[in-house]
């Protein structure tokens, strides 16, 4: 069964750090581009479902959203075939629901992170 399941989301005070993972089995996700995405909270009208950052199916073409640029670090583990989100200095607005995906559309169920003093 082609999978992908996220885990690490958590509640963090404002200025904290998390560390999201994406586990992909069924499947080997080093074949493709990866990306995290976020979909906004619903008091936050209009966000929809936002680009964090993306890494290629080698660990190059790391991309990232000005919003997350310098405290976000997304990196990937061939081998254990695991995706990571490393999110620094987190504010209240990372606030969400935070997907992975392949290239191909493949998501998992997302994982809840809520940045709250």
């Known amino acids: 069964q082609v999978q992908l399941v996220e885990t690490g989301g958590a509640l963090v005070q404002p200025g904290g750090f998390l560390r999201l993972s994406c586990v992909a089995s069924g499947f080997g996700s080093s074949d493709y581009d990866m990306r995290w995405v976020r979909q906004a909270p619903d008091w936050a009208p209009g966000k929809g479902l936002e680009?964090?950052?993306?890494?290629?199916?080698?660990?190059?073409?790391?991309n990232y959203s000005d919003f997350v640029k310098g405290r976000f670090t997304i990196s990937r583990d061939n081998i254990k075939n695991i995706l990571y989100l490393q999110m620094n200095n987190v504010k209240s607005e990372d606030t969400g629901v935070y997907f992975c995906f392949t290239n191909t559309g493949i998501r998992g169920q997302g994982t809840q992170v809520t940045v709250s003093s």
């Open positions: 680009y964090i950052a993306s890494i290629g199916s080698g660990g190059d073409r790391i």
